[in-house]
């Protein structure tokens, strides 16, 4: 299936993302990269080729790949490649258009239009997965050795078939392909429309304030405490008066799973994701269990400490992302924050820097506030043969920064790996996930090495464990709401208060008892889009992050050389498994011990500040 806006990386702001700066205008992309416009003879045209070339390619095709030889393989699989990238093409600008305004009511038309064209063209091609998959193991290894052609395909070939277990007949699948519009895609539309059309009304100390989803979640770190009140208890009251409809909509995508699961024979909910993202449940399994070990250690720690800085002996749960009682939260300029990240980037490499800057040259990136726009950031790869595309909410604060380096990091990872192709360049979300925390990380140490001021180092010091502990803490309490959800689901319906308690049960076991919850804050679950649009996505960034802190502690013991090691390693995109590409820096996801190495970078961090606060 062609990508959507959706399969690549949507990064959710964590409540309290940055405030808006007010004097600077701030860069919107350019879409005429993808297509013109809606209507243009170009989008036309490509849809009415693929059409014909697509029906072709299934005639010339179906039921003969086996008897084909390696190089004849080879040239099918070049040709599958073009069509779907071509669809993709198709689908990124459709998803980007509406991501820019999902208010525009001819946006959703055209993106739901374009979803069912390019499900109705791809119906032509779904036989060849399917086939290649039914190639016997004996087969192939003798079209491969035949094709050199063929052999620069082989990582596609292994991925694609790892789903061999779960293949259905191939009615059945085609089926399931073309109800997609009117299933799971149509209720992710729904979740979508519904939540920008939302608006919070934020009792202000200089009036009442009406805010889209994006300016009142930022508003849970604004420095006075009456504010981040306020925009809580308006967001909990709304998300609350919508919560029937958010409830429906989660009962019916977890239904909707739990069959497809069962059909295709996967053992947990979690697995068909796992699958995707070429990684072991045992592994996964491991990592869920380290963290949730290291909750006390984590965050429980950490928030009780910043209850003392607050003078408390709880927070309240608007208090969480606060910034500190000495923080003086100057906001950051946009040129300032980009000068910032492509400083940091290029005194790790100024080739990564480089790759950076076209998307500040080229506008590339989409950055304001608006309505109806997307909330919080997202890195689309579109295809290999344009450029990605960037979506943030710039707000101006350092958390905003992070975000630019970390998505950033994400556009610079999809550009390297453009050079695999189509079928190769996408990575595991495993993965995918390392070149944005890892440009987080080189742009955070930078900063920290400049500030001379010690009350400044344990602000940045502050909200770099606070991000730390929403990229690893909190998606791994994500993943274990999703968990219990989705088992739930499989014995029947969940009433709203019963999602409401497995919600609260996982936020104190998480967030430990230095945080106190409201009776609103039982809503906070509905407006995190991953859990509809991308089951179990979450601890992918909790895997990523323990990555990135065991990757860089190797740079800063093993500098020489590592630079050349790591953009080779951005550079391979799918083709290789995070075995493979961790090998190089001596790193093994399957030894227990790395997940605890990269905990203790974010335990230590706590450590020097508690020996600050003396």
Known sequence: MPANICDPVLILAPEGSPARTKCEKLPEWDLTDLFRSPDSPELAATLAGARKDAKAFEKRYKEKLADLDGDALAAAIAEYEALDEALSRVMSYAGLLYAGDMNDPENGRFMQSMQETVTEISANLLFFALEINRISDDRLEVQLAESNSLCRYAPWLRESRVYRDHQLDDQLEK??????????????????????????????????????????????????????????????????????????????????????????????????????????????????????????????????????????????????????????????????????????????????????????????????????????????????????????????????????????????????????????????????????????????????????????????????????LNTVVRQIAFHEFESRLHDKRIEG?????????????????????????????????????????????????AFGDCLVNSLYAVYENEADGFTERYLEMLRAGGTLRHRELLAPFGLNASDPAFWQRGLGVVSGLIDELEALDG
């Not at 440009?439 to 400044?456: I, Q, S």
């Not at 996982?506 to 859990?531: C, D, K, M, N």
């Open 175 to 468: 089926l399931l392909l073309e109800k997609s519009v009117a299933g799971r895609a149509a209720w992710n539309r729904l979740f979508d429309e519904t939540m920008a059309d939302l608006r919070f009304n934020v009792a202000l100390p200089d009036g009442d304030c009406e805010m889209t989803s994006a300016e009142v979640l930022n508003l849970l770190s604004d420095v006075d405490g009456a504010v981040r009140k306020a925009a809580a208890k308006s967001l909990g009251a709304v998300l609350g008066a919508n919560v029937r409809t958010f409830t429906h909509i989660t009962n019916t995508l977890a239904k909707d799973k739990g069959i497809e699961d069962k059909w295709r024979g996967y053992a947990r909910p979690v697995s068909s994701r796992n699958l995707a993202n070429v990684v072991e449940d045992e592994v996964v399994d491991a990592l869920v269990a380290a963290v949730r070990g290291a909750y006390p250690n984590l965050s429980h720690r950490y928030y009780a400490l910043k209850a003392k800085w607050f003078g408390v002996d709880q927070l309240d749960y608007w208090d969480r992302n606060a910034p500190l009682p000495d923080d003086d939260e100057t906001s950051i300029g946009w040129s300032d924050a980009v000068a910032k990240v492509l400083d940091a980037y290029a005194a790790f490499s100024p080739d990564l820097a480089d790759e950076a800057r076209n998307f500040f040259d080229n506008d590339w990136i989409d950055t304001p506030v608006r309505p109806g726009k997307s909330p919080g950031a997202f890195a689309h790869p579109t295809v290999p043969s344009v450029h990605p595309y960037l979506l943030l909410n710039y707000q101006g604060k350092t958390r905003d920064v992070m975000t630019l380096a970390h998505e950033l990091g994400h556009g610079v990872h999809q550009v390297l790996a453009g050079g695999q192709g189509h079928l190769m360049s996408d990575t595991p979300l495993t993965l995918a996930e390392t070149a944005s925390v890892f440009g987080e990380m080189l742009t955070f140490r930078k900063l920290l090495a400049e500030a001379d001021d010690p009350r400044l180092r344990k602000t940045m010091l502050a909200s770099k464990v606070e991000d730390m």
């Open 493 to 541: 319906e969940l009433l709203t208060d019963e999602i409401c308690q497995i919600w609260m049960d996982v936020q104190a076991e998480s967030l430990g008892p230095a945080i106190r919850f409201s009776e609103e804050y039982r809503y906070f679950w509905t407006y995190i889009p991953h859990f509809i649009h991308s089951p179990f996505y979450v601890y992918a960034y």
